[in-house]
């Protein structure tokens, strides 16, 4: 008798309760990370047996900086995205990228393949996020890993890493800008230093430059006056460099300083043209891209006219999903502590980067999820660490990996498009 009651007594002691309910989260994540390798090293499997990338713009434009001119000269047939004025031919995508290509390029030539520094700067964005949670408060390595996984694999920065056309590496390159910025301002390091990250985001998304009320508040929030405008400054002697490398890059393509280009790049899809013809960037374009961002969901195959579905029954939308659709656990920045400077200047630096995203006239294409998000994610991605923190719980597991599986699903699909036609 006295055997069942110590096994009862130890079965009810909380102890043991935590050591089993760890052991089991454990278990959990490491299947978890069998899941995500195995998706991972298929994906890329797949990708390296493609052969020669279908868009390598950046690679050949760190090959024009290195021979000292802006134009790219002849680029394959399926290339869209490019300007040809006179003999000349420029791309209107940020340059920053094709920066950091040019040592690469120097050794190998255009045959250089940008997938491989996607997946390098994927490696310092996850060293630099981890940094970050731990920078937050967030000190439990095992809850690390788990936003590690949400961000990385969960959110379609996954299918922009794993598929390496020239459009994504843009947004893996912003986002190491802005992570770097970001960490470096929590630690109260080198303002003219985050200045200059800024401003190479800002080169390769424009749109990134409107985060700096982030640092701003940040920086009014943990200093005095003086010590503020000092540090306000700083941020802009480091912005300085890229902004006029904008203005003369602009202005030596196309002879004004504000025209990236885009205003002449003629869209691929027939529908873009037509949106273009309403301005590349006006409010009219602004309930359609908010229908894009938060209700644009999976389409059925062949569509809800037909009798029955066919297998696969759904797929993505060729336009992209919303946010909530690719990313369900982003509904736990709802949960954040708003009472936090922090919390407020990742907010402010969210809904500043989107008004000028929905006035664009498009969202991208041939794409998993709504692309132009990645540019706010690292700030998006700070309130909902911190609303996970706050709630942690096996619902906002279930929540993280619900988000893992849809962009694994979405970027196999992506990898080979396998998309429902656009209506």
């Known amino acids: 008798m006295s055997y069942f009651t110590k096994t009862s007594d130890l079965s009810l002691n909380p102890i043991a309760r935590v050591q089993i309910r760890d052991r089991l989260a454990g278990a959990a994540f490491a299947g978890l990370r069998v899941v995500i390798a195995t998706a991972l090293f298929s994906l890329l499997g797949v990708r390296a047996l493609a052969g020669a990338p279908a868009t390598n713009h950046f690679t050949f434009l760190a090959h024009a900086f290195l021979r000292g001119t802006f134009s790219v000269g002849a680029l394959p047939d399926s290339y869209a995205d490019t300007i040809q004025v006179g003999s000349q031919v420029f791309l209107p995508m940020g340059p920053a990228p094709a920066m950091l290509l040019m040592p690469f390029v120097s050794i190998s030539g255009v045959a250089f393949d940008e997938l491989w520094l996607s997946l390098g700067l994927t490696g310092l964005n996850a060293w630099l996020l981890n940094l970050i949670l731990r920078q937050i408060g967030i000190l439990d390595p095992n809850k690390r ?10 959110t379609i920065y996954f299918a922009a890493m794993v598929l390496g056309r020239s ?22 390091r080198a303002p003219g230093l985050v200045g200059l990250l800024l401003g190479l985001s800002f080169l390769t998304r424009s749109s990134t430059l409107l985060a700096l009320p982030f640092f701003l508040m940040l920086a009014a929030h943990r200093s005095s006056g003086g010590r503020t405008v000092r540090d306000a400054l700083a941020i802009a002697l480091g912005l300085a ?3 006029i490398f904008f203005f003369v890059y602009n202005y030596a393509r196309f002879g004004h300083i504000l025209e990236t280009g885009y205003a002449y790049a003629l869209p691929g899809a027939p529908i873009l043209r037509e949106a273009l013809r309403y ?12 229908y894009m961002l938060l209700f644009s969901a999976p389409e059925p195959i062949p569509g809800l006219g037909a009798p029955v579905l066919q297998f696969p029954w759904i797929l993505p939308s060729r336009w992209g999903m919303g946010l909530f659709w690719t990313t369900p656990a982003f509904v736990y920045a709802f949960f954040a502590n708003y009472r936090q400077r922090l919390a407020q200047a990742a907010a402010v630096a969210v809904f500043a980067i989107l008004p000028l995203l929905l006035m664009y006239y498009g969202v991208g294409y041939s794409q998993f999820g709504y692309r132009y998000g990645i540019d706010f994610f690292p700030f998006l991605f700070i309130l909902t660490a911190l609303g996970l923190h706050a709630r942690w719980s096996w619902a906002a597991k279930f929540l993280i990996v619900t988000s893992i599986v849809v962009n694994i699903w979405g970027a196999w699909c992506a990898m080979f498009g396998l998309f429902a036609e656009p209506g």
């Not at 890993?145 to 969960?154: D, K, N």
């Not at 459009?167 to 109260?188: E, K, N, P, Q, V």
């Not at 301005?279 to 908010?290: A, D, F, M």
């Open 145 to 154: 890993r788990w936003l590690l996984a949400l961000f990385l694999i969960g």
């Open 279 to 290: 301005g590349l960037v006006s409010p009219v374009h602004i309930p359609k891209n908010i």
């Open 167 to 188: 459009w994504f590496l843009s947004h893996i390159s912003t986002t190491m800008f802005l992570l770097l910025a970001i960490y470096l301002w929590l630690r109260g």
């Open 241 to 243: 460099a890229p902004v």
